[in-house]
């Protein structure tokens, strides 16, 4: 099994997207959440770090992105949207869990 | 006060600017900040309100947050007109460095770069920082 990350803050405030990704080994799992979410915008002075990294597989929790009005902002290519019971199964699916706070 | 029925404040009038730096819901400065302007704007006092950093995104449209079992605070934005606060700005790098433009946003602003920013803080008499 291999990791889940989760990132919870907005990476243009915390440098917590990328201490993870720093951290994060190719076929490793990173779920962005809460304010994390505006690390999966496109086109940002942050895409980058996550753009480059493809043999990483992205998540990003959609009712997060609802919530800041993102829902149709475009996303970096590759990022998986997924709903709470997606957050369930990603944590089921993957061992240990490292939450990047 | 000499005239008892007057409800207007007739205190001393001060420049306000409130600087609002952080995203909507991960934290509660900016529906406190917003609490606040309003609050001000209710005395009379000479209010600017601006939008820099990650700021920009309370007032980001489109919000929808039944998902999260958070209030939308965002429809509240519209209200400053109502309060008579008109100066509304938000920083030109910070919209940029986050992929929006001036259509992405609830309220219409006036865009300044962060040099006019920091001339519009100079000219305060508070600065209050959210």
Request: proline share 3%.
């Amino acid at each position: 099994m291999s990791i889940l990350h989760t990132v919870n803050k907005s990476p243009f405030e915390r440098n917590t997207l990328m201490d993870c990704l720093a951290r994060a080994k190719d076929g490793a799992a990173v779920l962005l959440i809460e304010d994390g979410v505006y690390g999966a915008l496109a086109g940002t002075q942050a895409s980058d770090a996550i753009a480059k990294r493809g043999a990483i597989k992205f998540y990003a929790l959609g009712p997060d992105l609802d919530a800041r009005g993102l829902a149709e902002k475009p996303l970096i290519d590759g990022i998986t949207l997924i709903d709470y019971s997606g957050f369930v199964d990603l944590a089921e699916a993957h061992n240990p869990v490292q939450s990047w706070l | 006060m000499d005239d008892f029925e007057d409800d207007e404040f007739d205190g001393p009038v001060k420049k306000f600017l409130f600087l609002n730096r952080k995203a909507p819901y991960g934290t509660i400065y900016a529906l406190e900040g917003l609490e606040v302007v309003l609050i001000t704007a209710a005395f009379d006092q000479d209010v600017s309100m601006v939008f820099a950093d990650d700021g920009v995104f309370q007032i980001k449209k489109d919000q929808e947050t039944s998902g999260i079992n958070m209030k939308n605070f965002s429809p509240t934005y519209r209200a400053l007109e109502g309060y008579e606060v008109e100066k509304v700005y938000a920083e030109k790098e910070s919209l940029e460095a986050r992929g929006l433009s001036e259509d992405d946003l609830v309220i219409p602003v006036e865009v300044l770069s962060a040099a006019e920013l920091a001339e519009l803080m100079d000219t305060q008499d508070v600065i209050v920082s959210f």
